[in-house]
């Protein structure tokens, strides 16, 4: 199976280890990660790497899955790696949902909770 952030690689070999557990090594592979676990309904996973002090219930993250999701881009990365505590990812998701394709542009800020990198919020 072809991974959904990164077509051109394997899931087995891209995104599916941070969805078994393991800590993702910066902001960018985490959201590529999370968009992976959207494409694939792995609401647990976004619950767990999401940031404590702000993410939603495990509830309204399972009724927020309609949407079918075709690619993702990304845009630019601010920091985030092994030496930083906070990171920024730009970028832009295409979904097919309530009136055909749409277009998804965040800049996300991700922080390390307890040594992993964790999603904080994000501006549209």
């Not at 993702?72 to 930083?84: A, K, N, P, S, W």
Request: hydrophobic share 30%; with cysteine.
């Amino acid at each position: 199976m072809k991974c959904p952030c990164s077509p051109q690689k394997d899931y087995a070999d891209c995104c599916e280890p941070y969805h078994l557990g393991a800590a993702a090594p910066s902001a960018e592979i985490l959201m590529r990660s999370r968009y992976s676990a959207y494409v694939l309904n792995k609401t647990n996973y976004l619950y767990k790497s999401w940031s404590q002090s702000t993410r939603p219930t495990k509830k309204s993250l399972k009724q927020d899955q309609a949407n079918q999701w075709l690619g993702l881009e990304i845009i630019r990365t601010e920091q985030g790696t092994v030496l930083d505590s906070q990171g920024v990812v730009e970028f832009k998701a295409s979904y097919l949902g309530d009136g055909g394709v749409h277009s998804l542009h965040e800049i996300s800020r991700f922080i390390r909770e307890n040594t992993r990198w964790v999603y904080l919020d994000g501006e549209y």
